[in-house]
Nanobody, 116 residues
Framework: QVQLVESGGGLVQAGGSLRLSCAAS????????MGWYRRAPGKQRELVAT???????NYADSVKGRFTISSDNAKNTVYLQMHTLKPEDTAIYYC??????????WGQGTQVTVSS
């Protein structure tokens, strides 16, 4: 089992920045990949970014050039640095981990609200 705990969400004005953190614990060695997803009000959950520092990364078109996913393997933590935030980035952001055996783990989510 893998446990994921997000932090770093909050309220920010448009154009501002936030950094989300996701600390993983438990069976760390079973994790194949990690990423961030989000669910905006009235919408389905969507991929934001996946990957780790030094490896392949993938971003949603809507966040390319503004968001960066990175990791600190020593701390078993994945980050999502968000710049130039827009009101449409308002959502609950979820950390995700994918296991080598196909397992999927989710954090509890952290709210990001961008005011115009």
């Amino acid at each position: 089992q893998v446990q994921l705990v997000e932090s770093g969400g909050g309220l920010v004005q448009a154009g501002g920045s936030l950094r989300l953190s996701c600390a993983a614990s438990g069976s760390i060695g079973t994790i194949k990949n990690m990423g961030w997803y989000r669910r905006a009000p009235g919408k389905q959950r969507e991929l934001v970014a996946t990957g780790r520092s030094g490896g392949n990364t993938n971003y949603a078109d809507s966040v390319k050039g503004r968001f960066t996913i990175s990791s600190d393997n020593a701390k078993n933590t994945v980050y999502l640095q968000m710049h130039t935030l827009k009101p449409e980035d308002t959502a609950i952001y979820y950390c995700n981990a994918e296991g080598w055996g196909g397992e999927t783990y989710w954090g509890q989510g952290t709210q990001v609200t961008v005011s115009s």
